[in-house]
């Protein structure tokens, strides 16, 4: 079955440093990714819809100079946290869109998450 | 493991109906359960989140139960509406996990 990798899987980093993390699709290529956030005790919320070779689309209240998207090719997208803070420690997911054949339709493929923790 | 079924895979029903959709999970020491709406080749949106300790959320005409004990969770939509079909998914969060059920595909007919 389809796979999507997240790497890291967990991830501690002083204020004011940058945290880079990859969302791999690993068997198929996927012209959408979606990133999540979760805050304790929250539920999963969109942050923004990357689309391969194009500018990532932003739900309201996220800001896109924070929250750095590349998608440069179909099993790649990446989320880089930019000069992080501590209230920017979250439960990070993403997910890919798969096309499965024989179904005519979409999956949403999850990745594992990435713990981000700002000291 | 923790395994997350949802039951139907595929619903649909007239518009005006009442329904139900059903949520089963296997280890009960979750965090909290979610539900989610997922329209085709967009991303989720969160409808409902039940804490572990409580027992029910409501929202508008949606109400999500949880019985911890039993492993489920229940999704009631009244009234149902042509814009209501969509793919809910239902997703319990435990330990930095996020695990999804598969999905159920619901269709209201006009």
């Known amino acids: 079955g389809a796979v999507v990798s997240q790497h890291p899987s967990w991830v501690i980093c002083k204020s004011g440093t940058s945290v880079k993390i990859e969302c791999r699709s690993l068997?198929?290529?996927?012209?959408?990714m979606f990133w999540y956030r979760q805050f304790p005790k929250q539920s999963l919320m969109l942050m923004a819809t990357?689309?391969?070779?194009?500018?990532?689309?932003?739900e309201q209240g996220v800001e896109k100079d924070k929250f750095l998207i590349n998608h440069a090719s179909l099993t790649l997208s990446t989320l880089t946290v930019t000069s992080a803070h501590p209230e920017d420690s979250s439960f990070y997911i993403c997910?890919?869109?798969?096309?499965?054949?024989?179904?005519?339709?979409?999956?949403?493929?999850f990745g594992a998450g990435t713990r981000l923790s700002v000291l | 493991k923790q395994e997350v079924t949802q039951i139907p895979a595929a619903l649909s029903v007239p518009e005006g109906e009442n329904l139900v959709l059903n949520c089963s999970f296997t280890?009960?020491?979750?965090?909290?359960l979610q539900w989610f709406r997922q329209d085709p080749g967009k991303g989720l949106t969160s409808l409902l989140l039940?804490?572990?300790?409580?027992r029910e959320q409501t929202s508008g005409r949606l109400n999500a139960s949880l019985d911890k004990s039993s492993g489920r969770s229940t999704l009631y939509i009244a009234a149902s509406q042509p814009g209501d079909s969509a793919t809910y998914l239902c997703?319990?969060?435990?330990?930095?996990?996020?695990?999804f059920g598969k999905g159920t595909r619901l269709h209201i007919l006009p």
């Open positions: 990357s689309n391969e070779g194009s500018k990532a689309t932003y």
């Open positions: 280890d009960s020491a979750i965090y909290n």
């Open positions: 068997d198929f290529q996927a012209t959408t």
């Open positions: 039940i804490q572990s300790s409580q």
């Open positions: 997703a319990v969060f435990r330990d930095d996990k996020i695990i």
């Open positions: 997910s890919a869109l798969g096309q499965v054949k024989v179904l005519a339709k979409n999956i949403q493929y």
